[in-house]
């Protein structure tokens, strides 16, 4: 990795998109508010030992009733754009079946109080709240839940697709499907190589349906969201020029495989790498991919978003068993590497993102890109001062700051990024650590809901105003 890095003055090009992002389960609270259905996280965070602390988000920031409040904030942050998911089972209870007018109204007056703001909105359809129903009925091992998904879409798009033009089928499946089915960590806390990766084809499945869907009732513009991130040998973070060595350069071709080309090859190109066949025919047999999925997965879509937080790092290491969120990945480790990390032990390498940027639109020619989730965890201090409390979080601006520069970079080695969400608006319910990591720009006291924007905030609405970095 050459340092790509900018210092001084960054440009970003004119109407490059600025904003924020958060998920439904995440923020929302009223978990039992008008008629909404339990999740698949209902019921995991009450799993003993499922969430640090014992955790849910019955409560989280009580967003679902504070939403006029935080798009006021919004506001004055000079976001021009907020990425936020729809909870599927507030708008179908049971997964199928009738819609649910209390449920959809929360979104409906959502979408106007952001339009009234001046906002645009970036609609995430799934951000990993299935309806415990489905998931009862063998959640994403079933076939059948790709196909309630895409009527769901269509569903939620009859109410809002005449205010709303950003539409984003699923947030990152592979997480879902890997840590959701493969090692457990996140709900429905499934420990099954097998259900992996048939989970994987069937998002899939269900980001094509719900493509189709969207495009028919007019959408203009259909964004999948992935977790990606270049896979580095240590070598290759200790010092980015070095050629690792040819044992650890194919343990990262074949992680690279199962992290980003098991996704986008698929979507983007209509073909599945040879790899990823050859693991999923060993593990799952290959009788659930049927003749038309490839052509269904393919569809044609305007965006690809990019959320990355830090590279993946594997060596070589014969004998090592596969990591469950890796089926297939026997004789390869994934070390912690010796560079600066958040609070979630995310190594800090932004160089890795300039890479990554350009890596994707290379391989995927014509696919546009938006960053749709960056940002870092870090132990937020309150500190009392002048009259006023402030949170000085000055690692997450160094950190935000490193990678617009990433991101700056690669717009000058010729991606096409056309904006970059902060993750996340607010400190939230960071999944299995409950809310004892802090993501947001803005902080909350969760025991009185108060939120106190950071520095960090401060420093972004400066740097949004400016569409760039002094
Ligand atoms: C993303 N991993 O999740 C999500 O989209 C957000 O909801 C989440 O809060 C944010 O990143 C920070 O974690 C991920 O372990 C969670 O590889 C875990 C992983 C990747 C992404």
Not at 192 to 197: H, R, T
Not at 246 to 271: F, M, S, Y
Not at 276 to 291: C, K, M, P, Q, W
Request: hydrophobic share 40%; with cysteine; proline share 7%.
């Amino acid at each position: 990795l050459p340092s790509l890095l900018t210092e001084g003055r960054a440009v970003f090009p004119d109407g490059f998109v600025w904003g924020a992002a958060t998920a439904s389960y995440q923020i929302e609270g009223a978990a039992r508010d008008d008629g909404r259905g339990p999740s698949v996280w209902d019921t995991f965070s009450r799993t003993p030992g499922a969430v640090a602390q014992g955790h849910t988000g019955d409560v989280a920031c009580d967003h679902y009733h504070r939403y006029a409040e935080d798009v006021r904030l919004m506001s004055e942050l000079g976001l021009a754009a907020y990425r936020f998911s729809v909870a599927w089972p507030r708008i179908r209870p049971d997964g199928s079946g009738p819609v649910n007018p209390r449920g959809m109204d929360f979104y409906d007056r959502l979408v106007d109080e952001l339009a009234a703001a001046g906002i645009t909105p970036y609609v995430t359809l799934y951000h990993w709240d299935l309806p415990q129903a489905l998931e009862d009925r063998g959640g994403w091992t079933a076939r059948d839940t790709a196909y309630r998904f895409a009527d769901y879409a269509a569903a939620v798009h009859a109410r809002l697709g005449d205010r709303v033009r950003h539409w984003t089928t699923l947030n990152e499946p592979w997480v879902q499907a890997f840590l959701g089915y493969g090692s457990g960590v996140h709900a429905p806390g499934r420990r099954d190589a097998a259900a992996s990766l048939v989970a994987a084809h069937h998002f899939l499945l269900a980001h094509g349906l719900a493509a189709q869907a969207l495009r028919e009732a007019g959408a203009p513009e259909i964004m999948l969201v992935v977790n990606t991130a270049p896979v580095l040998t240590p070598a290759q973070i200790a010092d980015p020029a070095a050629e690792p060595d040819e044992a650890d350069a194919e343990a990262a071709d074949r992680v690279d495989c199962l992290l980003t080309r098991q996704i986008l090859d698929p979507v983007l190109l209509g073909t599945y790498p040879a790899t990823v066949l050859e693991i999923v025919e060993r593990h799952a047999g290959l009788s659930h991919v049927h003749d038309d999925d490839l052509r269904t997965i393919h569809q044609p879509i305007e965006l690809v978003g990019v959320n990355y937080y830090s590279p993946c790092v594997v060596r070589s290491s014969p004998g090592e068993p596969a990591n469950p969120a890796y089926p297939g990945s026997e004789g390869i480790a994934f070390p912690a590497v010796e560079v600066p990390v958040t609070a979630m032990d995310w190594p800090v390498v932004p160089e890795a993102l300039s890479r990554h940027l350009l890596r994707l639109s290379h391989d995927y020619p014509g696919a546009g890109l938006m960053v749709t989730e960056n940002g870092a965890a870090f132990d937020d201090v309150v500190t009392a001062g002048e009259g006023a409390e402030h949170v000085h979080d000055d690692d997450r601006t160094a950190y935000l700051d490193s990678h617009l520069r990433a991101v700056h970079a690669a717009l000058e080695g010729g991606a096409d990024v056309r904006g970059y969400l902060v993750w996340s608006l607010l400190d939230n319910f960071e999944w299995a650590e409950g809310y004892a990591r802090r993501f947001g720009i803005v902080h909350v006291d969760f025991a009185t809901q108060r939120r106190l924007p950071k520095d960090s905030a401060l420093w972004f609405r400066e740097v949004a105003g400016r569409n760039g970095l002094a």
